[in-house]
Antibody, heavy 131, light 108 residues
Framework: QFHLEESGPGLVKPSETLSLTCTVS??????????WGWIRQSPGKGLEWVGTIYYSGTTYYNPSLKSRLTISLDTSNNQFSLRLNSVTAADTAVYYCVRRTPESDYDNSGYRNYYYHVDVWGKGTSVIVSS | EIVLTQSPGTLSLSPGERATLSCRASQSVNSRLFAWYQQKPGQAPRLLIYGASSRATGIPDRFSGSGSGTDFTLTISRLEPGDFAVYYCHQYGSSPETFGQGTKVEIK
């Protein structure tokens, strides 16, 4: 059974870089059938999609964070990571790493479409941005 | 950005009652790319429904999802004590993905 666990510092100073790692157990992050990603939750903004990565390294970022964000894979350790530069108090949140699993159907032309829903969440790690 | 508005903000019901939660989108959403989650205090969200109406693994059939376009509904047919929690809707078909602000189902 897949298990995801976040790790990283709980306190980051303003203007510095937030780095988090998600360790995946119970399966490989190089599986062609899954995407991986980050979602954060704060009292002010609620749940917010951060970004997603595929085993090939293809990434999808929230446009509001794109200029500061990097999500990457570490296949040798079965981990993926988040780096967010130039953090402010607005980046204070609980950060969750997630797995996305596909379902599929066929359209009228016989093309197979895939839809990736978030089905597994880590427990979350709290990050506070403060001096 | 697609804004998801959930209503009501809080639903006060008794165990055994039926709960009907609404999520309205500011633009049409592909129903194959729409989900509902349950979150209890101190825990991560848990997937209940994906593709607007498909129950996730292990989710009891008292939970059902419906809807299309801009209007989606999560129904809990008979509330059990463990169902009192906050529920969120999520669209993942349009970037950026967005979530509703949540509906709290509390014990009356």
């Amino acid at each position: 059974q897949f298990h995801l666990e976040e790790s990283g510092p709980g306190l980051v100073k303003p203007s510095e870089t937030l780095s988090l790692t998600c360790t995946v157990s119970g399966g490989s992050i190089t599986s062609e059938s899954c995407y991986w990603g980050w979602i954060r939750q704060s009292p002010g903004k609620g749940l917010e999609w951060v970004g997603t990565i595929y085993y090939s390294g293809t990434t999808y970022y929230n446009p509001s964070l794109k200029s500061r964000l990097t999500i990457s894979l570490d296949t040798s350790n079965n981990q993926f990571s988040l780096r967010l530069n130039s953090v402010t108090a607005a980046d204070t949140a609980v950060y969750y790493c997630v797995r996305r699993t596909p379902e599929s159907d066929y359209d009228n032309s016989g093309y197979r479409n895939y839809y990736y829903h978030v089905d597994v969440w880590g427990k979350g790690t709290s990050v506070i941005v403060s001096s | 950005e697609i804004v998801l508005t959930q209503s009501p903000g809080t639903l006060s019901l008794s165990p055994g009652e039926r709960a009907t939660l609404s999520c309205r989108a500011s633009q049409s959403v592909n129903s194959r790319l729409f989900a509902w989650y349950q979150q209890k205090p101190g825990q991560a969200p848990r997937l209940l429904i994906y593709g607007a109406s498909s129950r996730a693994t292990g989710i009891p059939d008292r939970f059902s999802g419906s809807g299309s376009g801009t209007d989606f509904t999560l129904t809990i047919s008979r509330l059990e004590p463990g169902d009192f929690a906050v529920y969120y809707c999520h669209q993942y078909g349009s970037s950026p993905e967005t979530f509703g602000q949540g509906t709290k189902v509390e014990i009356k």
